[in-house]
């Protein structure tokens, strides 16, 4: 069965700093990955997805992530971050029935 | 308005009543989805539905119920509620399922608290 991993619960960062936010997945079948993210008191949207090609996929708010099939990795990246960036970000896998396995979240928190 | 739909969008009531959340969808996607998120475990599906009257369990279905009698709306019934199922539940909606790649788009979340 497929599962996810966020290994870091929160993430603090500065503004302007850099960003990676972890994500590992297991699967024993070829994997569609998302990253949502979920702003305070709201659902959740789509940053990016990886279906296949190019393994690094650029989202929305310049964010962006590389697949890894080696390292069964997605990290999710940010060169610069914006205090309009802290929010909960979700990785995502999707399952051999179809439906989306998350992970437990990692809150991004930016500071002044 | 155009777009998904959840209410109430906070309810708070008492072991052992009976509850329905709502969910609406302007969209006619065919998927619709329940999920419930508690810290420590991100979204766990609750039930799923793939089109008016068909609808799956997930991962955590027990002690719901969902109904889908028109594409656009979702609505999952709590018969009789317990304090573990105190939880921030979202409706989603999809054209398709994941492994097309679709976005599965998100309502705002109800939070429910049980007493």
């Known amino acids: 069965a497929q599962s996810v991993t966020q290994l870091d619960s929160q993430v603090p960062v500065f503004e302007e700093a850099p960003v990676e936010l972890r994500c590992n997945y297991s699967?024993?079948?070829?994997?569609?990955l998302f990253w949502y993210v979920q702003y305070p008191n709201q659902g959740l949207q789509l940053l990016l997805k990886?279906?296949?090609?190019?393994?690094l996929v650029k989202g929305i708010n310049g964010f962006e992530a590389e697949f890894n099939k080696s390292q069964t990795s997605f990290h999710l990246r940010k060169p610069s971050v914006h205090i309009s960036d802290t929010a909960e970000y979700f990785c995502a896998v999707s399952d051999d029935t179809d439906k989306l396995i998350f992970g437990t979240g990692t809150r991004l928190q930016v500071f002044p | 308005d155009a777009g998904i739909t959840q209410s109430p969008r906070y309810k708070i009531t008492e072991t052992g009543r009976q509850v329905t959340l709502m969910c609406h969808q302007t969209?006619?996607?065919?998927?619709m989805f329940w999920y419930r998120q508690d810290l420590g475990h991100g979204l766990r599906l609750i039930y799923y539905?793939?089109?008016?009257?068909?609808?799956d369990k997930g991962e955590v279905p027990d002690g719901y119920v969902v109904s889908r009698s028109k594409t656009e709306n979702f609505p999952l019934t709590l018969e009789s509620a317990t304090r573990s199922q105190t939880s921030v539940y979202f409706c989603?909606?999809?054209?398709?399922?994941?492994?097309?790649?679709?976005?599965?788009?998100f309502g705002p979340g109800t939070r429910l608290t049980v007493l």
């Open positions: 699967s024993s079948v070829s994997v569609y």
């Open positions: 969209w006619s996607h065919s998927y």
């Open positions: 990886y279906l296949s090609g190019s393994t």
């Open positions: 989603a909606s999809s054209d398709l399922m994941n492994l097309s790649g679709n976005e599965q788009f």
């Open positions: 539905s793939a089109a008016a009257d068909i609808t």
